[in-house]
């Protein structure tokens, strides 16, 4: 591994140092490129407008309407955390502008049963609840058959969504033929962040569907609902989905978090954070991260997604507390099938991999393999091989399910449209993003896969990104390497696209010992300091002196506080 060390531009710090900025944030600020106080400023007036989200205004009047009429509304949802919470703001956003008892329902598909998205079979379970308007929620933009089959059933369809739009062998998108499409990633749309998650979406069309009331009279400027108050939700997907952290999801993120904090969320988050053993007082982005969005997705992988979505739009604290022990139950289940098939997906790995560098992608699958959590076991092989990585299992109807994680640099949605054009009818769907994706094969097309990704990634990537980098903050001074400098960063907001600080130091390894099943507890010198310090996932022992990149954290036992070192990587020199 090599570190690349972030530069500091020294004006950038300083103006932000003198903006009031605390010096330690202020000079990693700058190295993400920060340059003023008010990139910063998280006010609700700072948000991008609604006004500038395509369709949003066309589904503010659709809805508007319907709610006037009477009509009865259903929310398909995706079956992962994003879709959730976008489930969930959808649900109790409606609610708040005025849907009567009886008007809203929703439906998650099975990811067994019905694959993802909006297909006709989930229409016709909309239809069966008589829905007028079915409104999607972090899918649609492929569900062009779905969409036809709603309409030629007299059902409205708002697509909401944040996925990219189908691209045909001529070059020209293909949209599905919705009564209104709301996507900043859509053609024409002049949104600024097109790093909108799903559950950000259906935030902003709620935003415009309040100013379109406030038109008709409902309500003013003062007594109009608080849709701020799903911003908990919405700062939860947003992480939770891997959405880049662009200025605007700072802000949505940031929000989300000063009301946790101060203890205004649902109940479903308030049990969530209990049910995972962290403090909502001290929530931090890495709790959605690492805690919450995994107990929500658990459901979607190995279960059904209703538990998460009943849990974070029930009012009821007790419920809410059921809920989120029923999915802390089943995400222990997951970690454990996780664990299992990562270890044999390793094996195979070894065993079919020649020495030396991998090949430029990876694609792995056996028939034991559980669907729930190929992106799971996918994300932690991309991380050991620093490659492109697919990972399928066998799904009920025969066909192979592949969940795909990347790298920087090589595009996996991309790669699979370019895939489908060179062999046609291969991908039986496909969709995603830049750094995740995922299709449907056939079982006999497995190896024509494989060889056709390998090829694809070969010419996409070259040795340079192929080559394991980490970006590093520098050495961190003594003075901030105190419990006041961790819990600074941790209130700070981090996520992709605004990495969280990594620090790098030459260190003497004071003690080392293999502890858990497999993790190196560490001694550390650094900067003439001892320091406690864990390395996660190893097992070699290290060098008596070694450069080091890591992160700090808090830890507390028997009401005393410390600062650890958590190891991230080795200077490549050293292994």
């Known amino acids: ?69 009477g009509d009865k509304l259903c929310v398909v949802a ?22 009567r008892p009886g008007q809203l329902s929703y439906v998650v598909p099975d990811r067994a049963i019905h694959g993802y998205g909006l297909t006709p ?33 007299g059902i409205r369809v708002i697509i909401t969504d944040h996925h990219l739009p189908v691209v045909r062998d001529d070059g020209q998108v293909d949209l599905p033929s919705a009564d209104v499409i709301v996507n900043p990633n859509q053609p024409g749309c002049p949104f600024p962040s097109k790093a909108l998650v799903g559950v950000g979406v259906m935030f902003y069309v709620l935003l415009a569907m309040r100013a379109e009331l406030r038109k008709r009279g409902a309500f003013d400027a003062q007594s109009q609902p608080r849709i701020d108050a799903l911003l908990d939700l919405v700062a939860l997907g947003t992480i939770a989905d891997v959405g880049r952290l662009d200025e605007n ?11 946790i904090r101060s203890g205004r969320m649902q109940p479903g988050i308030a049990a969530l954070y209990q049910a995972a053993g962290r403090d909502p007082t001290r929530a931090s982005s890495q709790d959605f991260g690492f805690a919450l969005g995994p107990r929500v997705n658990a459901a979607g992988r190995l279960a059904e997604m209703g538990l998460g979505i009943e849990c974070l739009i029930t009012d009821d604290p007790d419920r809410a507390r059921q809920w989120a022990q029923q999915l802390d139950s089943i995400n222990r289940e997951r970690r454990e099938l996780e664990s ?37 076991v996918a994300s932690r092989l991309k991380d050991r091989l620093h490659r492109p990585t697919f ?20 595009h996996l949605r991309d790669a699979l449209d370019l895939l489908g054009k060179r062999h046609p009818g291969l991908l039986k769907r496909f969709g995603g993003h830049a750094m995740a994706a995922g299709c449907t094969i056939a079982e006999e097309d497995f190896e024509t896969f494989e060889h056709a990704m ?29 419990p006041e400098g961790a819990a600074l960063l941790d209130q700070a907001v981090w996520g992709p696209g605004f990495d969280a600080p990594v620090f ?6 004071v003690g080392q010992r293999l502890v858990g099943s497999g993790h190196m507890k560490l001694t550390l010198r650094v900067q003439g300091q001892v320091r406690d310090g864990i390395w996660f996932g190893r097992t070699m022992p290290l060098p008596e002196t070694a450069r080091l990149a890591y992160r700090i954290s808090l830890d507390e036992f028997q009401g005393r506080q410390r600062v650890q070192v958590m190891v991230e990587g080795m200077a490549e020199d050293q292994g």
């Open 1 to 69: 591994m090599k570190f690349a060390p972030r530069e500091i531009p020294p004006r950038s710090a300083w103006a932000l140092e003198q903006s009031g900025i605390h010096p330690l944030l202020a000079r990693l600020y700058a190295a993400r490129g920060i340059r003023s106080a008010d990139e910063l400023d998280d006010t609700p007036s700072r948000l991008l407008p609604p006004t500038q989200l395509k369709g949003a205004q066309e589904a503010a009047l659709l809805l508007a309407d319907a709610l006037a009429a």
């Open 78 to 99: 995706d079956y992962d955390c994003d879709g959730a919470t976008a489930c969930a703001v959808a649900l109790r956003g409606l609610k708040m502008l005025g849907a």
């Open 121 to 153: 079979p989930i229409v016709d379970l909309v239809a069966a609840k008589q829905a007028k308007v079915l409104i999607t929620v972090d899918n649609g933009m492929a569900s062009h058959e779905a969409v036809k089959r709603a309409q030629a059933l």
């Open 249 to 259: 999801n700072r802000r949505l993120v940031s929000l989300g978090l000063k009301r």
């Open 340 to 376: 299992g098939m990562r270890e044999q997906a390793e094996a195979m790995l070894d065993s079919l991999l020649p020495e030396g560098e991998p090949p430029a992608a990876i694609s792995i699958f056996d028939p034991e393999f559980h669907e729930g959590v190929v992106g799971i």
């Open 391 to 410: 990972v399928f299992a066998l799904g009920q109807d025969g066909l192979l399910k592949g969940s795909g994680r990347s790298i920087a640099g090589f």
């Open 454 to 482: 390998q090829s694809i990634a070969e010419a996409g990537l070259d040795a340079h990104l192929l080559a394991r980098q980490l970006d590093t903050d520098g050495p961190l001074a003594t003075e901030w390497f105190t």
């Open 504 to 509: 790098s130091d030459e260190v003497q390894v």
